[in-house]
Nanobody
């Protein structure tokens, strides 16, 4: 299973950005796709996750500004990020696991990450 995250970039505070994650296949091992982020010098944290049938969960701090969605036909998962803040600056990863969870140690497959920088 291969995952590819893309769509990051340099944006200004208040801007929006949509990240994409392409999955090479859908199996029982990749039933859920999650987004995580890691800022320099900090631990990797959970952002949101979704199953291919649309069930989703969010980290409490991400609710309201971030929206996760999936496209079953294209094996794609998206993370729409609105009202971005400098503290959202991080390397964003997508990952896959068999069940919907926010615990990163349960994710078996990881993409390479895409950098999001929010700065004026």
């Amino acid at each position: 299973v291969q995952l590819q995250a893309f769509g990051g970039g340099l944006v200004r505070p208040g801007d929006s950005l949509r990240l994409s994650c392409a999955a090479s296949e859908r199996t029982f091992r990749t039933n859920a796709i999650g987004w995580f982020r890691q800022a320099p010098g900090k631990e990797r944290v959970f952002v949101a996750a979704i199953t291919w049938n649309g069930a989703s969960i969010y980290a409490n701090s991400m609710k309201g500004r971030f929206t996760i969605s999936s496209d079953y036909a294209r094996n794609m998962v998206y993370l729409q990020m609105n009202s971005l803040k400098p503290e959202d600056t991080a390397l964003y990863y997508c990952a896959a696991t068999s069940r919907l969870t926010g615990t990163y140690t349960t994710y078996e497959y990881w993409g390479q990450g895409t950098q999001v920088t929010v700065s004026s």
